[in-house]
């Protein structure tokens, strides 16, 4: 009765392979009667290289070619970073799991200076996240922020090869493949706030499958969920499809009632930052997280968001 095979649809970068290699481990502790098979394939994203992303258009680059297999039932699940994942899904497919988060925070790379603040007067900086250059730009608006594309090992090979003072990645994928030795600098939310779900990985499936579903169910970290949520709401309320300057990063208190979630939207060159943050009931996260949002639109973030998009159709 039960399927025993998991095909496991994954992009072949190192970190995507990481992930679901990850998954492939946790589902084999769970479940010793199932055999889990990678399915590896290339996605948009991974083939378009040379325009920057906020100009590709389009949401989830990252997410389609693997959600096809699974409708035509070539795959079973996909495994994704959660801040590659667009808000709506396909009809069939869902969201089933969210796993326990990784560090959540920015990273700080360069083979020169220890953190951001020591980045001399025009320094050059990898990064092609909207999110990241605006909330660098408001800070130092003398850094020359250059787009930087490509998987984790093709950005740090572009630092090596000189063409940066300094890039930045997400903490968790060096974390991953074991390179957080790379990291100069943990940039706290404070200073620059992350993506939605960062360092979360998601496990999507089609929803009418419950036999994969219950085996899925022990991976699921129902804290990280709430966070994630919180914040994907507040992403979905603003439209924000995954290359726009928007940040937003929630916590959970110790007694696990509350989430504390901070939100912001950032004119790209800098030059004004909308910031706010919600409290409320864990249970309320969604309804948070479109609060938040609704608060950010009313103070600007529509006429922000409003150029990003028309900037990007344009070209
Ligand atoms: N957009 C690419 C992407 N998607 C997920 C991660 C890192 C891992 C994670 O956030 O879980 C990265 C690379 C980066 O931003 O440095």
Redesign the pocket.
Known sequence: MTNKTVRIATRKSA?ALW?AEYVKAQLEHFHDDITVELVPMTTKGDVILDTPLAKVGGKGL?VKELEVAMLENRADIAVH????VPVDFPEGLGLEVICPR?D?RD?FVSNTYKALADLPEGAIVGTS?LRRQCQLKAKRPDLDIRDLRGN?NT?LRKLDDGEYDAI???S??LI?LEMSERIAQFIEPEEMLP?N?????GIECRTDDDNIKSLLAPLECATTRARVLAERAMNKALEGG?QVPIGSYAIINEDNSQVYLRGLVGAVDGSELIESEITGPIAEGEALGNQLAQELLSRGADKILAQVYSDSNND
Request: glycine share 12%; proline share 4%.
């Open positions: 970190l992930q990252f970073s959660m801040k590659d990784e959540p990273a996240s984790v950005r930045i990645l997400a968790a994928g991953r993506a779900g960062q360092g979360a990985v995954c």
